[in-house]
């Protein structure tokens, strides 16, 4: 399974390349289509990363709890 993580992780860095690159394309249109996907997935990474801060701030706070409750 983590072959798989590192290969998939390997290929979004060259996808990611490939948007870059065609941010300079002769093409209007491609140039376009490039820059909303590239813009797409940064506002996804930046909710999921929000998403992972918030679960952790959960999680730590659901162990204090737990801690307490033992006490």
């Not at 996808?15 to 490039?34: D, I, K, Y």
């Amino acid at each position: 399974m983590r072959s798989a993580a590192g290969r998939l992780a390997v290929a979004m860095s060259k996808a990611a390349g490939v948007l870059e690159a065609l941010l300079t394309s002769e093409t209007e249109t491609t140039r376009l289509r490039a820059a909303d996907r590239l813009l797409d997935h940064a506002v996804k990474t930046a909710e999921v990363l929000e998403l992972e801060q918030r679960v952790e701030e959960l999680e730590r706070m659901a162990a204090i709890q737990r801690d307490e409750k033992r006490r």
